[in-house]
């Protein structure tokens, strides 16, 4: 590496105080770049390449099988490093304006499949006591409203309209939305709040779950009850409520629903974060396709 890479280095000791291991990485990621720009473009300083050089070299390690992450790291490094020469006026401009970070690949949502759902729901047995229709009442709100954890914990007894079969939910920014609620999730809340009043007296405007004592449903209570009831019908690692949420919203469009309908029941305020769920009915069909094809 030349003269400026090693200013460069002893600035970000001494004047930005980096860690050894910090100052090891950065002077590994700018000696591989500069060994590409001499290798492939017959480059010896390092301050003279281009925005192309950098693309190519980003694209070159990619296809190599380097992470996103990493390839991140080492663009940001030689960002800092134009960015340096830049500012002592070495370099009349920052070829690395114009290099965009690597997007990260982005996870599918995990699901439950349906079958899974109907198992958990059919098969595994509820106490038909106070707890166990609390429980049930959980996971039936939690998977066919699709509403958030934080959401469930806020609901109010007259949250629930009975009459005309929906539920107000209250969602972030305090924004309201309307669910339709199915006769055996409004039978579910009947005989729950039935106990519930057994044990603790008239309901009124308090909130719906409860603990065992009475008190305000908390958060790691609810994870803690539906990782125990997915545990029963799934072996996947994360069994949490929002995996009921994402459950709901692939079964959803695997039946057909409308991606806008889903969109406001879930309360997303853009429809890209409902589009997420997509992939998943995406790679059910690939994986029809592969399985029925002929030819696959």
Known sequence: MGAETERFLQYLA??????????????????????????????DEMELAQTFMIRSWLAGLMAGGMA????????????????????????????????SNIKKSSR????V??????????????ENDFSGLRDRLIIELLYFTGMRLSELIELKQDDFD???NNVKITGKRN?????????????????YTLQKEKLFGPSGASYVFVTDKGKKLYAKFVYRRVNLYLSYVTTKTKKSPHVLRHSFATHMLNHGA????????????????????????????KNIYKQAHPKA
């Open 175 to 191: 924004k309201q939305r309307i669910v339709p609620l199915l006769d055996k999730v409004r039978k579910t809340f009947l005989d």
């Open 258 to 285: 409308d991606l806008n309908a889903i969109k406001e029941i879930l309360g997303h305020a853009n429809l890209s974060a409902t589009q997420v769920y997509t992939h998943n009915t995406i790679e059910k069909i």
């Open 162 to 164: 009975l009459y005309n």
């Open 108 to 111: 599918l949502p995990v699901f």
């Open 14 to 43: 001494q004047e930005k105080r980096y860690a050894s291991h910090t100052l090891m990485a950065y002077s590994n990621d700018l000696k591989q770049f500069s060994t590409y720009l001499k290798q492939q473009f017959d480059l």
């Open 68 to 99: 996103r992450t990493s390839l991140n790291r080492k663009l940001s490094s030689v960002k800092s490093f134009f960015h340096y020469l830049q500012k002592k006026e070495i370099v009349p401009q920052n070829p690395t304006l114009k290099v």
């Open 113 to 126: 499949e349906e079958e899974k759902m109907d198992q958990l729901l059919d098969q595994v047995p509820f």
